[in-house]
């Protein structure tokens, strides 16, 4: 069965610090990759999404993340965080034959100014 | 307005209740999707149209949760003789292309079982 890992639940940064959060996931076939974030307050929203092409790819507000296949990982990045990327993110893996997006447990940002 | 609209926003249900949770997608989407997110999980999938026909309900995790969509738009998640561990943040989502297009969610139903 597909899962997805986050290993991160809490990350405190200091604004201007940069950010990783990892995401690995375990499916043996072609996938579908997605961030999602999650506000205060707000519903989910798309935050980035990898379907083929350049394993490199940028996402809204600043955000980027990277699809290493051999490492079965899909981590976010952004270089300088805000205190407005205060929020819950969570990675999402799709099985290209399905159509279920089987999410992580989230990760828990708190940008302190 | 323009997003998904989830009804109602807090239920609060004594064990055994059957309660219903309204979704009322984007207009125009013909994908809508249910998850269940419990307290400090990620969400889990439940079920999924397109238009009225239910083409995966492998994620309902007992016969007693029901979903239906019968004109393609509007859909009711109900839940019969609810327990506790029904106890969850029910979350609809809608898109115009399945599961590779946007998924579009709403704000989610709080159920809370006593």
Same mark, same amino acid.
């Given at each position: ?19 990783? *959060? ?8 072609t996938v579908n990759l997605f961030w999602y ?63 279920? *997006? ?12 | ?53 239910? %083409? ?15 004109? +393609?738009?509007?859909s009711t998640l109900k839940i019969q003789r ?20 946007? %998924?579009?969610?709403?704000? +989610? ?6």
């Amino acid at each position: 069965a597909q899962s997805v890992s986050q290993h991160n639940h809490h990350v405190i940064l200091s604004e201007a610090a940069s950010l990783e *959060l990892g995401c690995n996931y375990s499916y043996g076939g072609t996938v579908n990759l997605f961030w999602y974030v999650q506000y205060p307050g707000q519903h989910l929203q798309l935050l980035l999404k990898y379907f083929s092409g350049d394993p490199l790819v940028k996402g809204i507000k600043g955000f980027e993340a990277e699809f290493i296949k051999s490492k079965f990982s899909f981590n976010l990045r952004k270089p300088s965080v805000q205190w407005s990327d205060t929020a819950e993110y969570f990675c999402a893996v799709n099985a290209r034959n399905t159509d279920k *997006l089987i999410f992580g447990t989230g990760t828990r940002l708190q940008v302190f100014p | 307005g323009a997003g998904v609209s989830q009804s109602p926003r807090y239920k609060v249900a004594k064990r055994g209740q059957d309660v219903a949770l309204r979704c009322d997608p984007i207009s125009g989407h013909v994908s809508l999707f249910w998850y269940q997110q419990a307290l400090g999980q990620g969400p889990e999938f439940l079920t999924y149209f397109q238009n009225e026909a239910q %083409l995966d309900k492998s994620g309902l995790p007992s016969d007693r949760f029901f979903a239906e969509r019968p004109e +393609g738009s509007v859909s009711t998640l109900k839940i019969q003789r609810t327990q506790q561990e029904d106890s969850a943040v029910y979350l609809c989502a809608s898109s115009s292309a399945g599961i590779t297009g946007e %998924l579009f969610f709403g704000e +989610g139903s709080r159920l809370t079982v006593l």
